[in-house]
């Protein structure tokens, strides 16, 4: 079972949602391939933006596939894929710790020829290939077992910016749920140390960054973007910068969000959103 639909999200809102994407990346699983998940958005005002995305995304996947309040996130991230990553021939269901997966989505954020250019999406079938070019806004949704082996091409140049998903039937693997009993124990202004700690460190980050012509910050410095939306990633970044170097992890993280709540309060009213989304 396949489905495509195109312009699910505006321009607009593909651009913000590169913009999140960026911001809060971290290094992924693959060479030249950043990830922001769930998890880096924890405390943090931009979560609304990314929470309604993926709402609209299953709306449709519940839609298309008669599962109608059937279905949970079991994990949802923004990708940026640099010059030499891709996937080779596989399914997403393909291992044991795996097999809770059901469905499986991308929504490309950007297109090729105009942001990038390789990184074409293929199915590999018995009889036949299927390749789509990615463009801004497409959605694909598939089953995710060996129905549907696929691949990604070599990304040969630009950023490929993709909304990746994937749906179980199984509410014990909701990847809200870890999400939940975090903000239940821990108020947003004493988030976990721990969730910002990954396997490599601030500065190998960047260092690995660099090696493509890229830097964190740099990803955010667009003068396309609003104003005030662009301070509130140039402090994440810088704050974060600073947990990853400090003793008192803690203290920074209650700095940033005073600081940022100060901000917001003369800005837009997301941060307060939030608040409530939390409680």
Not at 83 to 103: C, F, T, V
Request: charged share 25%.
């Amino acid at each position: 079972q396949r489905h495509i639909a195109n312009d699910i999200f505006t321009e607009e809102e593909c651009r913000e949602l590169i913009h999140l994407g960026k911001a809060l990346s971290r290094e992924g699983h693959m060479d030249y391939y950043s990830v922001a998940t769930l998890k880096e958005f924890y405390c943090n005002p931009l979560i609304i933006p990314f929470i309604h995305a993926r709402e609209r995304v299953q709306d449709i996947v519940e839609k298309e596939f008669d599962q109608e309040f059937n279905l949970h996130c079991e994990w949802s991230g923004l990708t940026c894929w640099y010059p030499g990553s891709q996937i080779q021939p596989h399914y997403d269901s393909n291992r044991e710790y795996l097999k809770q997966r059901h469905y499986s989505v991308v929504v490309y954020l950007n297109s090729i020829g105009f942001d990038f250019e390789g990184g074409n999406f293929k199915f590999i079938d018995n009889d036949a290939t299927q390749v789509i070019h990615p463009s801004r806004g497409t959605l694909i949704a598939f089953t995710s077992g060996e129905e549907n082996i696929h691949t990604v091409e070599p990304v040969t140049n630009g950023c490929r910016c993709t909304f990746m998903l994937w749906f179980t039937k199984d509410a014990n693997h909701c990847e809200d749920t870890k999400y939940l009993y975090t903000t239940q124990t821990n108020t947003p202004n004493e988030p976990i140390p721990e969730f910002y700690n990954g396997s490599i460190s601030w500065d190998i980050f960047n260092e690995k960054m660099s090696d493509i012509g890229v830097s964190t910050l740099d990803n955010v410095l667009d003068d396309s973007y609003p104003v005030d939306k662009k301070i509130l990633y140039l402090f994440f970044c810088k704050w974060k910068k600073l947990s990853f170097e400090s003793q008192n992890s803690k203290k920074i993280w209650t700095e940033y969000y005073e600081e940022i709540s100060r901000i917001y309060e003369k800005t837009v009213p997301m941060w307060f959103e939030f608040g409530r989304f939390c409680t």
